[in-house]
C-alpha cells in the first residue's frame, strides 16, 4: 500500500508520534487510509511526520499528555474536525534515565508517572468519552505497555511501576468499556530499534551487572502489529501482545 491510499473513513490518535515506535505506527496508519491524529510536545518533529507522510490526512496536534487541560483541548480539536476517533494508540512516554535506585530524585519520578501513567488515562479517557457518545459507537485503545510490564531492566523503577500499571488501566479499560463496544488491548515491545533505543545495540546492562549488546528489531514489524490490531471487527480484541527481538534476553534466566 503507498502513502496515497484514499480514505479508509477512519480516523486514529497516536501520541508520542514524533518519533520512534509512535512516528513508525503514525505512518502505518496513514499508509492504510486512517486520518491520523499526530500527538506530542513539540510541533517540529510532528510536522515532519505530517510531511513524510504525503498525505493531507494527518494532522498534527501539539500535546503535553499529562495535562488535563491539553487533553482536553486535544479532544475537542478530534471532536470538532473529524467528530468521532476509531483508534487511540497511547505510546507516550519516557524513561528514568538508568538513574540508580536509590538515588531518583522526586521529581525525575513524579515525571515518569505523569507522562506513562496518567497521560494515558487522560487520553483513554477522552477516548473512551467520545467512542461512548459516538454513532456508531464504539472504538479501540491500545496501550503501550513494554516488556518492562512484564520484567525490569536495573535501575528502571519509575519506568517499570507504571508499565505494570498500563496492564491494571488495560484490563479496567477493557472491562469497563465493554458496554460500549470499547475495546482495550496492550502491546508489549522488546528491543525494536528507533533513534532513542540505538544504545541497547551497542550494549545495556544487565541483571547480572555485565554490560551486553541485545539484539534489535525493525520498529516496522511492530507498526505492522499494532496495523493489525487496529484493523480487527469490534467483536475481537488482542487482549495483550508481546513482540520482541527474537533472542533478546527476556524469555530465560539472564
Known amino acids: 500500500m503507498n502513502s496515497h491510499n484514499p480514505e479508509n473513513g477512519k480516523v486514529a490518535l497516536v501520541t508520542g508520534a514524533g518519533s520512534g515506535i509512535g512516528r513508525a505506527v503514525a505512518l502505518a496508519f496513514l499508509r492504510a487510509g486512517y486520518s491520523v491524529v499526530l500527538v506530542g510536545r513539540r510541533s517540529e ?40 476517533l476509531d483508534v487511540l494508540f497511547n505510546n507516550a512516554g519516557v524513561s528514568s534515565l538508568q538513574t540508580q535506585f536509590e538515588d531518583l530524585s522526586f521529581a525525575q519520578w513524579q515525571n515518569v508517572v505523569d507522562i506513562n501513567l496518567t497521560g ?3 487520553c483513554a479517557q477522552g477516548a473512551f468519552r467520545l467512542m461512548k457518545a459516538q454513532l456508531p459507537q464504539g472504538g479501540r485503545i491500545i496501550n503501550n505497555g513494554s ?3 512484564h520484567s525490569p ?12 500499571a498500563i496492564t491494571g488501566l488495560t484490563k479496567s479499560i477493557g472491562l ?3 458496554k460500549y463496544n470499547i475495546a482495550c488491548g496492550q502491546i508489549d515491545i522488546g528491543n525494536a530499534l ?12 544487565q541483571a547480572n551487572g555485565q554490560i551486553a549488546i541485545e539484539p534489535m528489531m525493525n520498529v516496522s514489524e511492530v507498526a505492522d502489529a499494532v496495523l493489525h490490531m ?9 487482549q495483550s501482545m508481546t513482540i ?7 524469555v530465560g534466566r539472564g
Open 45 to 84: 518533529p510532528l510536522l515532519a511526520v505530517a510531511s513524510e507522510s504525503g498525505t493531507e490526512r494527518a494532522l498534527p496536534v501539539p500535546t503535553d499528555v499529562s495535562q488535563p487541560a491539553s487533553v482536553d483541548a486535544l479532544f475537542a480539536t478530534i471532536t470538532e474536525k473529524f467528530g468521532r
Open 120 to 122: 494515558s488515562f487522560l
Open 147 to 149: 516488556i518492562s510490564a
Open 153 to 164: 531492566r536495573p535501575n528502571s523503577a519509575p519506568y517499570t511501576a507504571t508499565k505494570h
Open 176 to 178: 469497563d468499556g465493554r
Open 194 to 205: 528507533t533513534e532513542l533505543s540505538a544504545r541497547m545495540a551497542k550494549g545495556v546492562p
Open 230 to 238: 487496529a484493523a480487527l471487527p469490534l467483536s475481537t480484541n488482542v
Open 244 to 250: 520482541m527481538a527474537t533472542a533478546m534476553p527476556f
